[in-house]
């Protein structure tokens, strides 16, 4: 007996030996479980990618313009190797052409490099540009920024357009349901990056363009306070203004911000010319989405609890999240919005332009940027919007930044990215030129060998940036910090320029800008 005892117990001890290895197998790499479920990602050599993860409930119904509200959990393994839907918008080319994407997209994006790692990595979180009426986090292609910079990255949808920013008279919230959305999605950081490997105590929040100004919009926000700690802010340098025929020719003065009162009476007017009586709100959120994208309704409010005054007021008044700020442009910003005009400018509309943006200053602008020094009147009139709109309001902002917070200036210099709108000639380094050497893919250019190895060298700077609050590291040229009074910005070029301090607003011709437009 005793010996069947020993015998049984023997065999026991083989079978526990024998389930060992699937008992401490590791975990799938492809699956994780975050605060709401678990998901199942696309895992390669080099990365891991994770798409289509709500971080949010839909905004419909009588969702439609409330705050976000937490996504209903689920308990099964969700399929996170598509995309999400792209939220509500017409696409840019061509212009008012047909619909994509539908309101149930509050969708997010997680790219990982694939290695294991003990140490948390930083995370970065990207907001999308497109004129607060367009684009998706999925357009960004983010794994080799993941790999390169060994950092977990996420990109993120919010609401555009009317679903996005509508202000009616007593609508809590109205006007910022859009920045509403990425503070949603930052605190879905906070809780999950752990589960990516990522560390939710070093989270950078980075954008380009109405991406840009989102930051800008966050810095200045009481609701965003740490939710990030670092933040980089591409071609939106917290404002950009304009006055008549500035920004488009026969287009009036205008800002990318509105207030409260006056996003109230746009929604209203909006209301009106739909039809709606007595109930607008509920009229409206029984409105089809079509109507809703054709409204021009496209900025966010501040007067508002999200944001109590206009960005660039909190910024002079020193209202900011006290972290690190990454700030830049690219050389030739306004030579993309050419691509909106329905017929190049002649040089008679090149001065009619001037005359009626700059009025009895006009003569002195046109001497300083006559049409015949340029390629074309097209191009003389972007070079001018590009240092009035753009360059004036970048330098300005960081001088104010730099006050404040460690601050760190570029400018993208590239000149011959290859054109993303065929035919136009003369690009240069247009607004939107550097997205696709941080986000290869991100448009439908190919880069040479050269521009690729500038990219590598972006992609670190950024990621040593998320790491650590500065953007220098090993083989990188030295990128020193904005002084409040400094005219020069981190220059970068491909050869024989390279990477190197250059003097912006020599270039862009500041100081006769503050005569112009003080």
């Known amino acids: ?92 080319f061509p212009v008012g052409g047909p619909e994509t994407g539908a309101e149930d997209c509050l969708y997010l994006n997680v790219s990982t490099p694939a290695a294991a790692t003990h140490r948390p990595r930083p995370v970065m979180v990207w907001i999308h540009g497109g004129g607060f009426v367009g684009g998706s986090g999925s357009e960004y292609p983010a794994t080799q920024l993941a790999e390169r910079g060994d950092v977990v990255v996420v990109t993120i949808n919010y609401r555009l357009g009317a679903l996005g920013f509508l202000s009616l008279p007593g609508l809590s919230g109205g006007g910022t349901f859009g920045l509403q959305d990425q503070q949603a999605a930052l605190r879905w950081v906070r809780a999950n990056a752990r589960a990516f490997g990522g560390d939710p105590g070093n989270v950078t929040v980075f ?93 966010p409010a501040f007067d ?65 940027y006559p049409a015949a020094a340029y390629s074309r009147p097209t191009i003389a009139w972007a070079t001018v919007t590009t240092d009035s709109v753009w360059a004036r309001t970048r ?17 993208f210099r590239d000149r011959t990215v290859p054109p993303v709108i065929p035919g136009f000639s003369d690009m240069g380094a247009y607004h939107g030129s550097e997205l696709p050497f941080l986000f290869p893919g991100s448009l439908p250019v190919e880069l040479n060998a050269a521009q690729r190895a500038l990219g590598e060298r972006m992609q670190r700077y950024w990621a040593n940036f998320a790491r650590t609050g500065q953007p220098n590291g090993q083989g990188l040229p030295l990128w020193l910090p904005t002084k409040p009074a400094e005219r020069t910005v981190q220059g ?27």
């Not at 996504?71 to 017409?90: H, I, L, N, Y």
């Not at 009036?252 to 929604?267: E, F, H, I």
């Not at 400018?345 to 003569?363: I, P």
């Not at 970068?492 to 003097?503: C, K, N, Q, R, S």
């Open 1 to 92: 007996m005793r010996g069947k005892r020993l015998l049984s117990s023997t065999l026991a001890v083989v079978a526990l030996l024998a389930a060992a290895p699937t008992a401490l197998a590791a975990p799938d790499p492809a699956v994780v479980r975050t605060a709401s479920g678990p998901v199942r990602g696309t895992v390669t050599e080099h990365h891991r990618l994770f798409q289509g993860i709500p971080f949010a409930a839909p905004p419909v119904g009588e969702r439609r313009w409330q705050p976000p509200a937490p996504a209903t959990p689920w308990t099964e393994v969700r399929d996170a190797t598509k995309a999400g839907s792209v939220c509500p918008q017409r696409p840019v």
């Open 207 to 299: 954008g380009e363009s109405a991406g840009a100004l989102s930051v800008c919009a966050q810095l200045t926000s009481p609701a965003a306070r740490g939710l990030f700690d670092r933040a980089i802010a591409q071609s939106g340098p917290c404002e950009l203004s304009w006055q008549d025929s500035e920004f488009l020719p026969d287009v009036p003065a205008g800002s990318n911000w509105t207030s409260r009162a006056d996003a109230d009476n746009t929604g209203t007017a909006l209301g009106a010319t739909l039809g709606c009586t007595g109930d607008t709100l509920a009229c409206l959120r029984g409105t089809p989405v079509t109507k809703l994208l054709d409204s021009a309704i496209s900025q």
């Open 304 to 368: 508002t609890p999200l944001l109590p005054s206009h960005p660039v007021k909190a910024v002079e008044s020193g209202r900011i999240a006290r972290v690190p700020v990454m700030i830049g442009n690219t050389r030739d910003e306004h030579r993309t919005f050419a691509a909106f005009l329905p017929e190049p400018l002649s040089a008679e509309k090149y001065e009619s332009v001037l005359r009626t943006a700059y009025g009895e200053k006009a003569d002195l602008v046109l001497a300083k």
């Open 395 to 411: 330098h300005k902002v960081t001088g104010l930044l730099a006050r404040q917070v460690p601050t760190f200036a570029y400018e």
């Open 492 to 518: 970068l070029d491909i050869a024989p320029a390279g990477i190197g301090p250059v003097d912006a607003a020599a270039d862009h011709n500041d100081a006769f800008w503050a005569g112009i437009k003080p």
